[in-house]
């Protein structure tokens, strides 16, 4: 099984930075694929970008060069450093895993493993 458990969410005025975290565990081969997603309650998750262990990284068009995806393997850890905040990226972020190591999209139907989110709240 694969354990995903975020931090680093945040309140910050429009304009600002975050740096969201993603620590995982558990079978290294679940998770060849991690990605972060973002949903206001009563809406579909949003993918946001997602990387695999080729480090060939996607970003969902929302993002619009804003968000930068990373991950450090020798930490087991998902990175997503978020730029230019705007008050419409207040959302809650999850992090998510796939055993499947390539990518044809953002979808959250593909990712098995989530973790418990981390809320984001960007103030005007």
């Known amino acids: 099984q694969v354990q995903l458990v975020e931090s680093g969410g945040g309140s910050v005025q429009a304009g600002g930075s975050l740096k969201l975290s993603c620590v995982a565990s558990?079978?290294?081969?679940?998770?060849?694929?991690m990605a972060w997603f973002r949903q206001v309650q009563g809406k579909e998750r949003e993918g946001v970008a997602a990387?695999?262990?080729?480090?060939?990284?996607i970003y969902g068009d929302s993002v619009n060069g804003r968000f930068i995806i990373t991950k450090d393997n020798a930490k087991d850890t998902l990175y997503m450093e978020m730029y230019s905040l705007e008050p419409e990226d207040t959302d809650m972020y999850y992090c998510?895993?796939?055993?499947?190591?390539?990518?044809?999209?953002?979808?959250?139907?593909?990712?098995?493993?989530w973790g418990q989110g981390t809320q984001v709240t960007v103030s005007s």
């Open positions: 990387i695999c262990t080729t480090d060939t990284a």
């Open positions: 998510a895993a796939q055993s499947r190591p390539w990518l044809t999209g953002i979808n959250p139907h593909d990712f098995g493993y």
């Open positions: 558990g079978d290294r081969y679940r998770r060849r694929c």
